[in-house]
């Protein structure tokens, strides 16, 4: 009987151990997830530019068969298919479902050094569930960055302390990263897209991220000679005209499947072992891996179809226009939405500390925020969006992931970017025309949330301060979030 491979859109290594002794291998565009609304137009491109990619990598080491076809779902084009299916671990609970039911075997993916299995092993009996002590575990269980005692090279498992340094006055200059070289490859998923008809969102754009393993290589290498050094201390400023500054830019090479990420570490190890770069860079890096991404794989899995459900805060907004026309006239807000709409990019402190956390003090329904975030940025996907936009950033969990909810006001995002001398607003205002709609949406957070966050002890102090608010400030506040909702809705008027 017929052997087939099935290889997902973000599965597009040659190491598909699906692809092993298998008599073909098929790729099935999905027209209907193209056709998601908000789906940006430079994600559709990396998608089945990889693809595209691996088929003519595939074909031309003459191996095995292959086709690549277009159907209007994915699972029609499953059910064509005679003989037996093997496919790789998919990444969402819904695909699983489906590949179960119709008999798929699955292998491991080579995107995860951790199994869902292995992660619920991990999670069994603890109290609370955060990343710290999967991470150290993770750290003994590679071996990266210990000792032969399996202690921490340095003396300490955490550098976080010496990586949240504000931007320097005269901001920061960071290297260009890595970009590739279009290819004829390229062109005809340009002019499919074009012809397409899809209204995405997004700007087009030449390609700026790695889809096949060369590139990656090239640009991991190139991130780790030019940029590494500098990520740990500058890992959290916003920087204008700098949006990249030292980030990696490789997550949409290690979710496509053609970066393993133990590559990624190895490589940061051995800059550290080479003294070209410093610990608290390379720990750093290193924990965003085998830490963040790996935990965050697993919590997706731990809560597999909870997490559409999750709202503990209960959350009424719908996704504000804001998030897609960038016209709110907060220059924070709006500067980086117009930087993914433009890129599909925004780095880590810009997703949570100003999308995440306007998204979470003005009240947006968790689901609609992880819709929004995994199809319009170039690495999105459920498995990743849903513990970090609903988790993370919205509290959607009631605290499962965060020790306290990442709320913040003006004051963070003026200590931590350039947005706010030129903005019309005051970060240090909550009330009156000029009050900064950050710093009220914050403390009318806390107002409204005041039961629900009693019992914790790491945000007492932020309301013991709310508590000295005078009633007629108070209400001011309110009446400044309310209008700083409808700026966000585009209703304001
Ligand atoms: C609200 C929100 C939404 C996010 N959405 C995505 C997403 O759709 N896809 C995605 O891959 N990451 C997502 N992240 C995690 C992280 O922000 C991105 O991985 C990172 O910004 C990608 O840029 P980079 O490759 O330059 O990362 P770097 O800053 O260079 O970090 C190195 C690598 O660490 C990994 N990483 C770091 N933090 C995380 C994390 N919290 N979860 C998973 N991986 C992590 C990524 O693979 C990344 O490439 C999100 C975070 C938040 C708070």
Not at 281 to 308: D, H, K, N, T
């Amino acid at each position: 009987m017929t052997r087939t491979a099935l290889i997902l859109g973000d599965q597009v290594s040659r190491e598909n151990p699906a692809l092993e002794g298998a008599d073909r291998a098929v790729l099935i565009t999905s027209r209907a997830l193209l056709r998601r609304p908000g789906l940006h137009r430079q994600r559709a491109h990396l998608v089945l530019s990889g693809m595209r990619h691996l088929a003519a990598d595939l074909r031309e080491g003459g191996r095995i068969e292959v086709e690549e076809r277009t159907e209007d779902g994915l699972l029609e084009g499953l059910d064509a298919i005679d003989g037996d299916v093997v496919c790789a671990y998919p990444s969402s609970a819904a695909m699983l479902e489906a590949l179960h039911e119709r008999g798929v075997e699955l292998t491991p993916p080579t995107q995860f050094l951790t199994s869902p299995e292995a992660f619920a092993r991990w999670a069994e009996g603890r109290k609370t569930l955060q990343m710290e002590p999967f991470y150290r575990e993770q750290r003994r269980r590679l071996e990266v960055l210990v000792d032969d005692a399996g202690e921490p090279v340095g003396g300490t498992w955490n550098l976080d302390h010496d990586n949240r340094r504000p931007p320097p006055k005269g901001g920061l200059d960071a290297p260009d990263p890595w970009s590739p070289e279009e290819d004829d490859v390229d062109a005809g998923v340009r002019r499919d897209l074009d012809r397409s008809g899809i209204d995405f969102w997004g700007d087009d754009a030449p390609r700026a991220f790695a889809v096949t393993p060369d590139e990656a290589s090239s640009a991991l290498r190139s991130f780790v000679q030019g940029r590494l050094k500098e990520f740990g201390p500058w890992q959290d400023a916003m920087v204008d005209g700098e949006r990249t500054l030292f980030h990696s830019l490789l997550s949409v090479p290690i979710n496509l499947g053609v970066l393993p990420p133990l590559d990624a570490v190895r490589a940061a190890e051995r800059a550290y072992l080479r003294d070209d770069a410093p610990l608290q860079s390379v720990e750093g890096f290193v924990r965003q891996i085998i830490g963040w991404r790996e935990y965050v794989w697993g919590m997706y899995w731990l809560r597999a179809g909870q997490w559409p459900r999750r709202n503990a805060l209960r959350a009424r907004e719908p996704l504000p226009r804001a998030y897609r026309e960038a016209d709110s006239g907060w220059r924070c807000l709006d500067e980086t939405v117009r930087s993914v709409r433009e890129t599909g990019y925004a780095h880590h402190i810009e997703r949570l500390m100003v999308l995440g956390t306007i998204g979470l003090t003005s009240g947006v329904r968790p689901w609609d925020l992880v819709r929004w975030f995994s199809r319009g940025f170039v690495d999105g996907a459920e498995w990743v969006m849903a513990p970090n936009a609903a988790g993370m950033a919205l509290y959607a969990d009631g605290g499962e992931m965060m020790s306290k909810p990442y709320a913040a006001g003006g004051n963070y995002v003026n200590k931590m970017s350039q947005h706010c001398p030129s903005c019309r607003f005051d970060p240090k205002r909550r009330t009156g025309e000029d009050a900064c709609p950050l710093t009220a949406l914050y403390w009318d957070f806390l107002d409204r949330h005041r039961e629900d966050l009693a019992g914790n002890h790491r945000i007492a102090m932020p309301l013991r301060s709310l508590a000295k608010i005078p009633d007629d400030e108070l209400e001011e506040i309110r009446v400044r979030a309310r209008r700083a909702r409808k700026e966000l809705r585009g209703t304001a008027g």
